[in-house]
């Protein structure tokens, strides 16, 4: 990610300079969102999420939980409790074969989405009183989709308050990131 001059960020490929002018946000009111993050194997996610979730801050956003790993879903079923946090390598891999397992299970392409409404639910819960009671500025950013019918059923279920965000990484720096993360989780596990 390029970060422009005066504390700007690049939104895809434009500088954009946030004010931090808190007034024109005092007000407590405003529309639950909901962010999801898509990109190949390799992409800087982390980046991306912390981009955004410093930008959300910025406008008065309560971001919590920061993110909401679709895949670390999964490990409520006992089923997938047990998935390897490391190596970095094999942690992708277990996740990506264990959300599609869950999908050939349920029969539905967007069975990780619906894990991602429930765990909204179950935060709208605890912030509002009620599952279906949204909570003002309150922002969730859900990483990382791996199907189509995930965004449309999140697209359908939370409309003009739900936002695609992409991240894009040239296949030399995918590896290179990827091969950087996996050679370090590789050396942390010794």
């Given amino acids: ?3 422009c001059a005066d504390d700007g960020i690049v939104v895809v490929g434009w500088c954009v300079r946030i004010d931090t002018d808190m007034a024109p946000f005092a007000n407590p009111g405003g529309p639950e969102l909901v962010f999801g993050l ?4 390799g992409s800087s996610l982390s980046s991306v999420t912390s981009a955004l979730v410093k930008s959300l801050r910025i406008v008065a956003y309560t971001s919590a939980p920061e993110t909401i790993r ?3 879903l999964l490990h409520a079923f006992p089923r997938w409790q047990n998935l390897p946090d490391f190596p970095e390598d094999v942690r992708l891999n277990a996740h990506m074969d264990a959300g599609n397992e869950f999908r050939k299970l349920t029969g539905r392409s967007d069975a990780m989405a619906v894990l991602a409404i429930a765990a909204i639910q179950d935060h709208r ?3 509002t009183g009620s599952q279906n009671v949204p909570a003002p500025r309150q922002a969730f950013v859900l990483r990382s989709f791996k199907h189509p019918a995930e965004v449309e059923t999140l697209q359908r279920v939370y409309r003009h308050q739900f936002y695609l965000v992409g991240a894009y990484a040239s296949r030399h720096d995918r590896v290179d990131n990827l091969a950087a993360r996996i050679g370090q989780s590789h050396h942390d596990a010794l």
């Fill in 70 to 72: 679709l895949a670390n």
């Fill in 125 to 127: 819960d605890q912030r």
């Fill in 1 to 3: 990610m390029r970060i």
């Fill in 38 to 41: 898509v990109g190949a194997t």
